[in-house]
């Protein structure tokens, strides 16, 4: 690793730099998320955001590998031309369809997507009694979250993946593309489910909630929602009602930025309390009363 710089702040033309690609990227919580893991290790580098326009995605990847980036994170609505400006992509980005973290190797671009890895953390730090082999898990959505996740899930040994979503041939798309043990249902069929995730904006601050009955959730059941923006959504406050195990987003979105960090910058972090109050200490614990006054736009609240 490049020896770093005096106070940990300053950059030397040793630098190591990264950033995060998206339209906008004044949103993102990553520069801030790799921001305390340089200080906090003392690294001569910088994380910034790169906001560009989809038109000059493409060219932008290329101006950046010239210029000297380590690589990339890539947030909304990069992620599909991510994938098809690498010179190379690993399993996981095949498998997800999209790319989330880019690496520069000698003029190399490859490509990988951590998102449904950083799902995987997160559940088995807040829920350290459930497996991916523990029985069916039931996934609402199926847009880009949802094909990395249940890509991860089958992956990890899951027995059986059954999407639910408004538009149930996008559903039946994604199952084919996935290929493997995942089905399509109009409802969600939660009795015998070991986990029930959400990766759908509803719940998210300033959008109606997720009306779902929980009822027929097994009691080691674990409930999962993407969502972070509000930490509790009021799916997750209605699971620990019940008694449920509760994962929240926010993990997801740290976790999943670890293996980049530890490509471009020769350190492996760590998720901590002291990283969770960086990065989420200001997101609200509960949405506001809709109808109330309050900002009803808010700030993208997944990945990056």
Same mark, same amino acid.
């Given at each position: 690793?490049?020896?770093?710089?005096?106070?940990?702040?300053?950059?030397?033309?040793?630098?190591?730099?990264?950033?995060?690609?998206?339209?906008?990227?004044?949103?993102?919580?990553?520069?801030?998320?790799?921001?305390?893991?340089?200080?906090?290790? $003392?690294?001569? +580098? &910088?994380?910034?955001?790169? %906001?560009?326009?989809?038109?000059? /995605? *493409?060219?932008?990847? #290329?101006?950046? @590998?010239?210029? $000297?980036?380590? +690589? &990339?994170?890539?947030?909304? %609505?990069?992620?599909?031309?991510? /994938? *098809?400006?690498?010179? #190379?992509?690993? @399993?996981?980005?095949?498998?997800? +369809? &999209?790319?989330?973290?880019?690496?520069?190797?000698?003029?190399?671009?490859?490509?990988?997507?951590?998102?449904?890895?950083?799902?995987?953390?997160?559940? &088995?730090?807040?829920?350290?009694?459930?497996?991916?082999?523990?029985?069916?898990?039931?996934?609402?959505?199926?847009?880009?979250?949802?094909?990395?996740?249940?890509?991860?899930?089958?992956?990890?040994?899951?027995?059986?993946?059954?999407?639910?979503?408004?538009?149930?041939?996008?559903?039946?798309?994604?199952?084919?593309?996935?290929?493997?043990?995942?089905?399509?249902?109009?409802?969600?069929?939660?009795?015998?489910?070991?986990?029930?995730?959400?990766?759908?904006?509803?719940?998210?601050?300033?959008?109606?909630?997720?009306?779902?009955?929980?009822?027929?959730?097994?009691?080691?059941?674990?409930?999962?929602?993407?969502?972070?923006?509000?930490?509790?959504?009021?799916?997750?406050?209605?699971?620990?009602?019940?008694?449920?195990?509760?994962?929240?987003?926010?993990?997801?979105?740290?976790?999943?930025?670890?293996?980049?960090?530890?490509?471009?910058?020769?350190?492996?972090?760590?998720?901590?309390?002291?990283?969770?109050?960086?990065?989420?200490?200001?997101?609200?614990?509960?949405?506001?009363?809709?109808?109330?006054?309050?900002?009803?736009?808010?700030?993208?609240?997944?990945?990056?």
């Amino acid at each position: 690793m490049t020896p770093p710089a005096p106070d940990g702040t300053l950059l030397s033309g040793h630098a190591r730099i990264a950033g995060i690609l998206g339209w906008p990227a004044s949103h993102s919580r990553s520069p801030r998320l790799h921001g305390l893991w340089l200080r906090r290790h $003392g690294v001569d +580098g &910088a994380y910034i955001p790169l %906001p560009v326009r989809p038109e000059r /995605f *493409a060219q932008a990847v #290329r101006s950046l @590998a010239d210029l $000297g980036f380590r +690589g &990339a994170n890539v947030t909304i %609505p990069h992620k599909e031309a991510a /994938f *098809a400006v690498c010179d #190379r992509v690993d @399993a996981t980005a095949h498998r997800a +369809g &999209a790319v989330n973290t880019l690496v520069f190797r000698d003029g190399v671009i490859e490509g990988s997507n951590t998102d449904g890895w950083g799902f995987l953390q997160n559940c &088995a730090e807040a829920a350290p009694g459930w497996t991916p082999d523990a029985g069916p898990v039931v996934i609402l959505g199926a847009g880009g979250s949802a094909r990395a996740i249940a890509a991860a899930l089958l992956d990890a040994s899951c027995p059986r993946v059954v999407l639910v979503n408004r538009s149930p041939a996008r559903a039946e798309a994604l199952a084919r593309a996935l290929g493997g043990p995942i089905e399509v249902a109009e409802s969600p069929p939660l009795a015998g489910a070991a986990m029930l995730v959400n990766t759908t904006s509803l719940g998210m601050q300033g959008q109606p909630p997720l009306e779902i009955d929980l009822a027929p959730l097994p009691a080691a059941a674990v409930v999962a929602d993407i969502v972070y923006v509000p930490r509790e959504t009021p799916l997750l406050a209605a699971a620990r009602a019940r008694g449920l195990a509760a994962v929240e987003g926010l993990g997801m979105l740290l976790h999943q930025a670890r293996p980049g960090f530890e490509a471009w910058f020769g350190v492996t972090p760590r998720v901590d309390d002291e990283l969770r109050a960086v990065v989420g200490g200001d997101i609200p614990l509960h949405a506001p009363d809709r109808g109330a006054g309050e900002e009803q736009s808010p700030p993208p609240q997944r990945r990056a």
